[in-house]
């Protein structure tokens, strides 16, 4: 897991800045989006203010972005009612063509929001993503919380994510 210090180094690193790079709320995230929308949920960002919002990029081809849909159900069942959601964005550059049947066929819970070529070449508030799947969590405030790539594990997530649900 990577804490907020850790993004921030990181992104400078990443955009040869000098100054430390702003991160980010999440309305300016979610607008930063495309608005296409894979499977029957749709996305609504004015649902999501003032919730737990994890924000996970996965592609079909991707044997860990499976595997981890079974934390972010386990997530979704444990925190859903307490103020948590989940938010896919799928990389997929067949887009559409491949998240639809996916999402259908996973029957997803959550918004699968489509990336488009902007999105897969980096311009995005947090830059290229590089690696799949990664996670930005972001608090009932809108603020980023935490940011890690790769498989996380259940138990670790789900204490960061309870302590976000049970801040008022």
Not at 58 to 70: D, G, N, Q, R, Y
Not at 72 to 83: C, H, N, P, Q, T
Not at 158 to 164: C, I
Request: hydrophobic share 50%; glycine share 8%; aromatic share 8%.
């Amino acid at each position: 897991m990577i804490s907020r210090r850790v993004l921030l180094a990181a992104l400078a690193a990443s955009a040869c800045a000098r100054r430390e790079p702003e991160v980010p709320a999440l309305s300016t995230f979610l607008a930063a989006l495309p608005l296409e929308v894979a499977g029957t949920v749709p996305l609504e960002p004015r649902r999501l203010h003032g919730r737990v919002v994890l924000i996970t990029f996965i592609a079909t081809w991707c044997f860990p972005c499976l595997a981890e849909l079974a934390v972010l159900g386990r997530l979704d069942r444990d925190f859903g009612a307490k103020g948590f959601s989940n938010v896919l964005v799928g990389m997929d550059l067949d887009g559409r063509k491949v998240l639809e049947p996916f999402a259908q066929g996973y029957q997803l819970a959550w918004p699968l929001v489509v990336s488009d070529e902007r999105l897969r070449a980096g311009d995005t508030p947090f830059g290229r993503i590089r690696e799949l799947p990664s996670r930005v969590l972001f608090g009932r405030d809108g603020q980023v919380v935490v940011g890690y790539s790769g498989v996380g594990a259940y138990e670790d997530l789900a204490k960061v994510v309870l302590a976000e649900v049970e801040k008022r």
